[in-house]
């Protein structure tokens, strides 16, 4: 399985990734203990709630994926790290930083996309994307500043944080969502690495 290639490649570039981390932060919050939906069709109907707000509670539930299976705006982001099989690799021991984008950011991309992006033809495109929403070290929202990380995905991320803190582009709409091995800042936008192009699939 490619799942300990991955993990082998986190621990190799975990020293290398967070050189540019450190100031600016949002809002602190938790995951609601709320059951996601488990199958991709169900994910991918789901909607981010109105106000995008996570109830507050002070206990990890668990890995990064725990914690984003127990919050209904990432049953989408939790279908589409099943369909890639990363599940196992982000329930390791990491530590992890994960952009989790909302079901409203995927819901915003091209009509079709999603679909397309969970069918197992494309789970090497599917894994890239998500791979670069995720850091292989934990950065809390008080350690960010401005400038490029490396990914988990071999790209780097852009970070600003003039006027609010951005990755890739995307808002950072809250922080420090606590896990076990890592920590989730949630984010209104899907990121995608240069090369790929999904509009082609």
């Given at each position: 399985?490619?799942?300990?290639?991955?993990?082998?490649?986190?621990?190799?570039?975990?020293?290398?990734?967070?050189?540019?981390?450190?100031?600016?932060?949002?809002?602190?919050?938790?995951?609601?203990?709320?059951?996601?939906?488990?199958?991709?069709?169900?994910?991918?109907?789901?909607?981010?709630?109105?106000?995008?707000?996570?109830?507050?509670?002070?206990?990890?539930?668990?890995?990064?994926?725990?914690?984003?299976?127990?919050?209904?705006?990432?049953?989408?982001?939790?279908?589409?790290v099943k369909a890639a099989g990363l599940v196992e690799t982000l329930d390791?021991?990491?530590?992890?930083?994960?952009?989790?984008?909302?079901?409203?950011?995927?819901?915003?991309?091209?009509?079709?996309?999603?679909?397309?992006?969970?069918?197992?033809?494309?789970?090497?495109?599917?894994?890239?994307?998500?791979?670069?929403?995720?850091?292989?070290?934990?950065?809390?929202?008080?350690?960010?500043?401005?400038?490029?990380?490396?990914?988990?995905?071999?790209?780097?991320?852009?970070?600003?944080?003039?006027?609010?803190?951005?990755?890739?582009?995307?808002?950072?709409?809250?922080?420090?969502?606590?896990?076990?091995?890592?920590?989730?800042?949630?984010?209104?936008?899907?990121?995608?690495?240069?090369?790929?192009?999904?509009?082609?699939?």
């Amino acid at each position: 399985m490619r799942t300990h290639r991955i993990a082998v490649a986190l621990a190799a570039t975990a020293a290398l990734s967070l050189a540019a981390c450190s100031s600016g932060s949002t809002t602190t919050t938790t995951p609601a203990a709320t059951s996601a939906a488990s199958s991709p069709a169900a994910a991918a109907s789901t909607s981010a709630s109105p106000s995008g707000a996570m109830s507050a509670s002070p206990t990890a539930a668990g890995t990064v994926v725990g914690v984003a299976s127990s919050n209904p705006d990432f049953s989408t982001l939790v279908a589409a790290v099943k369909a890639a099989g990363l599940v196992e690799t982000l329930d390791g021991a990491g530590p992890f930083t994960v952009f989790a984008p909302t079901n409203a950011a995927f819901a915003a991309l091209p009509a079709g996309v999603l679909d397309k992006l969970l069918l197992p033809a494309n789970k090497a495109t599917l894994t890239k994307i998500l791979t670069y929403h995720v850091l292989p070290a934990k950065v809390m929202a008080a350690d960010v500043k401005a400038g490029n990380v490396k990914t988990v995905e071999g790209s780097d991320l852009a970070v600003t944080t003039d006027g609010g803190v951005k990755v890739g582009g995307a808002t950072v709409t809250a922080t420090d969502v606590a896990a076990s091995n890592g920590v989730i800042h949630v984010i209104d936008k899907v990121l995608v690495p240069a090369g790929v192009d999904v509009a082609a699939l």
